[in-house]
């Protein structure tokens, strides 16, 4: 089983399948086709499939390469969609990027999408095919969910009929093609033999270390390095209503900080989106025994989830101060992806600070120039607003006429929750300026 599978990956002539066509899955889908192996593609959305087969590119937003890479290798006959798993029994090797969220509620994994595609897949598995589970998933779902699945549907057994790999995706918007070519991947085998053929596939297109190593390490540095990032945030944020409140500039603070040799002070700001950051944390602790008591990740958590709620507690004090209350007032929020230059929503910071807004009284107008929906026009979406929130540091917003956005408006408000517009500007084009980790402000210490 092993040699035939590594002479077809060698050879390039392994039918790949590539479940899930999102922001994973399809970059990966086409890198391998560009590197010569024919690919398929299965999503579960007909007009995503649809828009792929015509060689138009599915995600929005500034991602360099993609949309070009993959209008070619579907001309050329090297990638193709569908909705049928059939497909699967054709296979030699099958990757899974498909959503794997905690419920709001329990913070709990969620893994409804990840059954479902490990079930239909179970059912057209053929004997030799290794399995790569790309998502992000708790420690201890590979042998607790993902095996057993793919065993029961199949009626074959890991190790003897089929390989079985976890190799958490290293990608983000805006990069997705660059960090899946450049970034270092963990791959985590069922066996040493099933990582090491995973390590001979992803070598025809990533160009950084391949350490393979079992499943649960490779669980583990996946979500363990995205809660490194969010605690790091944390204290970021935290660091920022500090200076706010002694009347502190947090920017100018943390440049200093990190003059300092090893410090390495993160940026702060409007909250913490995207689909990894807010649910990694969660998953790396989902499976600790009862006798574990997380302190440091709930508490980073709940830091970074309170940042847009912050940002909405700046607005009502800024409106406040110009005469303007804020149960009628008009507010428009710039930015409702969680990344700039990015059309992805997923766990926005805005769509939190938008229905504190509401349900404070304010009437919301959104905009953004990536996201489907909020695409209009800037000037109409800022006209007699009484206060405009930058959530998202857009190129766009960056390059703002102030001037100009102040005739629009009837109360000059602006809040800025990425810095994405300097104080001294602001004022000097006479707005009534807050900025999250800025103190020093009139009507503050």
């Keep these: ?110 893994y409804e999408a990840l059954k479902s595609a490990l079930a239909d897949l179970g059912r057209n598995l053929s004997r030799g095919t290794l399995v790569i589970v790309e998502s992000t998933i708790a420690p201890g779902t590979m042998a607790g969910v993902v095996q057993p699945i793919l065993e029961e549907t199949s009626g074959l057994r890991v190790n003897d009929d089929f390989y079985l790999v976890n190799c958490p995706e290293r990608v983000m918007p805006g990069k997705l093609l660059a960090n899946l070519r450049n970034m270092h991947r963990v791959v985590g085998g069922m066996s040493p033999q099933a990582a090491e053929v995973a390590v001979r596939f992803y070598r025809h297109v990533v160009q950084a270390d391949l350490d393979a190593v079992d499943c649960l390490t490779a669980e583990l540095v996946k979500t363990m390095e995205n809660a490194y990032r969010d605690v790091q945030i944390a204290f970021a944020n935290e660091m920022a209503l500090l200076c706010e409140d002694m009347g502190a500039d947090v920017w100018q603070v943390r440049e200093l900080v990190n003059k300092s040799p090893y410090r390495l002070m993160h940026l702060p700001g409007a909250g913490v989106g995207g689909h990894c950051i807010p649910k990694d944390p969660w998953l790396l602790i989902a499976g600790a025994s009862e006798g574990f008591e997380p302190r440091l990740i709930p508490t980073a958590r709940a830091v970074n989830d309170g940042m847009p709620l912050h940002v909405a507690d700046l607005t009502v004090a800024a409106l406040r101060e110009a005469g303007v209350d804020v149960v009628g007032a008009r507010v428009a929020v710039l930015g409702y992806a969680y990344l700039e230059n990015s059309d992805d929503t997923r766990n926005s910071p805005s769509e939190a600070l938008v229905a504190r807004l509401r349900e404070l009284g304010a009437e919301v107008v959104v905009h953004d120039p990536y996201v489907p929906g909020y695409q209009g026009d800037l000037d109409g979406a800022v006209r007699d607003c009484d206060a405009v929130a930058v959530m998202v540091a857009h190129d766009a917003y960056r390059a703002l006429d102030l001037e100009r956005l102040r005739s629009l408006v009837r109360t000059p408000v602006l809040v800025d929750g990425r810095r994405v517009i300097e104080r001294g500007r602001a004022e000097a084009a006479r707005w009534n300026y807050r900025g999250v980790g800025i103190g020093g402000i009139t009507g503050r210490k």
């Design 1 to 110: 089983m092993k040699e035939s599978l590594l002479e077809a990956i060698d050879a390039k002539t392994a039918n790949v399948a590539m479940i899930g066509l999102g922001y994973v899955g399809l970059p990966v889908a086409c890198t391998f086709a560009d590197a010569g192996f024919p690919v398929v593609g299965l999503d579960r959305n007909r007009e995503r499939v649809d828009l792929i087969n015509r060689g138009l590119c599915p995600i929005e937003g500034e991602e360099p390469g993609l949309p070009e890479l993959m209008s070619r290798v579907v001309s050329e006959g090297r990638l193709r969609a569908t909705v049928d798993y059939g497909v699967c029994r054709d296979a030699r090797i099958v990757l899974i990027a498909v959503d794997t969220p905690v419920d709001p509620a329990t913070n709990r994994p969620g």
